[in-house]
């Protein structure tokens, strides 16, 4: 059974910096790309960034520049560091992995099949 944690979220000010942390059970990252994304009440979920097996990275334009992913396949961890966080990346942040492995396509929400519980991150300006 494929289990995804997230951890790291908390309140922080504006202009402050989080880690997160996602851990898989049943599931090599190493393997396949993955996903964070992040969601607030009332909006769709929003791709925040991903990583290719091959460690490309892509980021939405919201948080290029200020958010990184990295990973330790040592571990089988992937991380989201957050760094000059802005009111508006107030959110529960998630990460996904895709189900039947590969690199899902930008935006393409529906090939991410193993999804953690979230984490919140608040940030006050």
């Known amino acids: 059974q494929v289990q995804l944690v997230e951890s790291g979220g908390g309140s922080v000010q504006a202009g402050g910096s989080l880690k997160l942390s996602c851990s898989a059970s049943?599931?090599?990252?190493?393997?396949?790309?993955m996903g964070w994304y992040r969601q607030t009440p009332g909006k769709e979920r929003e791709l925040v960034g991903s990583?290719?097996?091959?460690?490309?990275?892509k980021y939405a334009n919201s948080v290029k520049d200020r958010f990184s992913i990295s990973q330790d396949h040592v571990k089988n961890m992937e991380y989201l560091q957050m760094n000059s966080l802005k009111s508006e990346d107030t959110a529960v942040y998630f990460c996904?992995?895709?189900?039947?492995?590969?690199?899902?396509?930008?935006?393409?929400?529906?090939?991410?099949?193993?999804w953690g519980q979230g984490t919140q991150v608040t940030v006050s300006s």
């Open positions: 990583i290719s097996p091959a460690d490309i990275r």
């Open positions: 996904a992995a895709p189900r039947l492995g590969g690199w899902p396509r930008w935006g393409c929400e529906d090939e991410y099949g193993y």
């Open positions: 049943g599931y090599r990252f190493s393997s396949c790309g």
